[in-house]
């Protein structure tokens, strides 16, 4: 073994499409700067250790690191691993998928292996599934590939990285309460099975926002895009997987002059995000409401990201 190896990855944020992307309709998402290391060694293991008191007993960690050790031909009860992460979780930001692929890409490293990018998305997404049932596979797909892309699951998933015009100054909210993904996504997925006819029409209307703000993304069309991302959320909300918490931070969002602005992630609370000329103004106005607000820049698969 080649060790100590590391391995890097980052969050994302979904810039359109959350929630109809497990119906079959296209979504855009972007990895961010902000992610999280996992370093491995030799000793007894599996064992994967975090620092953060939200994953320090959590006992997904070493089956991750064991079945990431296998994937590359490792043996799991040789290895050791730490995990340092800037991600908060539980917000709708990606921490599972940025530790799925960071720990792969570590294993992969003390193996003496490069994985190619479609082994990395194949991979990162069963070793997600660890931590969320059926996800489907958005995530670990941000944090493999670091930039802009359009995504459609299935088996494999469609992935293809937009060719943005420039990069996409957006701020990044949230408050201090994680809530839970799969709770939403079952949430949603009840009224589904209930109203099929009026959810697939929300949907089908979703499908055709994001493709919209895709096209507008990528010819840099700022207001386009912020159009498309309001109208984003109005359907999210329709759909009910929007909260009380996020319409406000989205309200002061756009009163501080954003572009557009919507939940991202699984919604029911967690991370908003909002497109702005000028995101200064906009993150100084949701902290003083008590938020946490990083202003990040989203570009091209390449250009930095992860
Ligand atoms: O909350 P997150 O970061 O796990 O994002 C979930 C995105 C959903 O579309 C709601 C679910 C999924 O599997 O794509």
Request: contains cysteine.
């Amino acid at each position: 073994m080649r060790v100590p190896a590391r391995g890097r990855a980052g969050g994302k944020v979904i810039l359109l499409g959350e929630h109809a992307v497990v119906y079959g309709r296209p979504a855009v998402a972007s990895g961010i700067p902000l992610g999280l290391t996992v370093e491995v060694t030799a000793g007894r293991g599996p064992a994967l250790r975090a620092d953060a008191p939200f994953l320090a007993d959590d006992p997904r960690l070493p089956a991750l690191l064991a079945r990431a050790a296998e994937a590359v031909g490792l043996d799991p009860a040789e290895v050791v691993g730490t995990v340092e992460s800037e991600l908060p979780p539980g917000r709708g930001l990606g921490s599972s998928a940025a530790l799925a692929v960071a720990t792969l890409r570590a294993c992969a490293a003390a193996a003496g292996r490069v994985l190619g990018r479609d082994d990395e998305l194949a991979l990162g997404r069963r070793l997600e599934a660890l931590f969320h049932g059926t996800p489907s596979g958005i995530d670990p797909a941000a944090a493999a590939l670091g930039g802009c892309f359009r995504f459609v699951c299935g088996e494999p998933p469609q992935v293809t990285p937009l060719a943005i015009a420039r990069p996409l100054p957006l701020v990044v909210a949230f408050g201090d309460a994680p809530r839970s993904t799969a709770a939403a996504v079952a949430g949603l997925r009840a009224r589904w099975d209930a109203e099929r006819d009026a959810v697939e029409t929300l949907l089908d209307a979703t499908a055709a926002v994001a493709e919209a703000g895709a096209a507008a993304a990528v010819s840099g069309d700022l207001d386009a895009l912020g159009a498309a991302m309001d109208e984003n959320q109005r359907l999210l909300a329709a759909l009910g997987v929007s909260s009380p918490e996020v319409e406000a931070l989205v309200a002061e969002a756009r009163r501080a002059g954003a572009l557009g602005a919507k939940l991202t992630g699984g919604g029911a609370g967690g991370a908003v995000i909002a497109l702005a000329r000028d995101p200064e103004p906009v993150a100084a106005a949701l902290r003083r409401g008590g938020s946490r607000a990083l202003v990040i820049a989203v570009g091209a698969v390449g250009e930095g990201g992860s």
